[in-house]
């Protein structure tokens, strides 16, 4: 499985942005896919999940302005974040896992394909 996440770039405080993520490679075939980010100096966290059965889990930090949802005939997720904020800076990573879990981990070690991540950069 390979991931290939685009769509970051620069976008001034207050404004909408959205990044994707195609999958590639037909097996194994994935459960789960999330959104990380990273910002300089600080550790991964995670951002958002969204299942194959079209579930969905939020970082309080970001609940209520960004939105994860699937296009799973085109093999891609996405990700809608607005009303961006400066510290919404940082690369942004897509990942998934075809482990069968209950709820979607929010941690790095929950994912076995990891994308090459996109950078989004918030101006206030």
């Known amino acids: 499985v390979q991931l290939q996440a685009s769509g970051g770039g620069l976008v001034q405080a207050g404004g909408s942005l959205r990044v994707s993520c195609v999958t590639s490679g037909r097996t194994p075939r994935p459960r789960v896919w999330a959104w990380f980010r990273q910002a300089t100096g600080k550790e991964r966290e995670f951002v958002a999940a969204?299942?194959?059965?079209?579930?969905?889990y939020y970082a309080d930090s970001v609940k209520g302005r960004f939105a994860v949802s699937g296009d799973l005939p085109k093999n891609t997720v996405y990700l809608q974040m607005n009303s961006l904020r400066a510290e919404d800076t940082a690369v942004y990573y897509c990942?998934?896992?075809?482990?069968?879990?209950?709820?979607?981990?929010?941690?790095?070690?929950?994912?076995?394909?990891w994308g090459q991540g996109t950078l989004v950069t918030v101006s206030s």
């Open positions: 990942a998934a896992s075809a482990r069968s879990y209950s709820v979607a981990p929010k941690t790095t070690n929950g994912y076995d394909y």
């Open positions: 969204y299942t194959r059965s079209g579930v969905t």
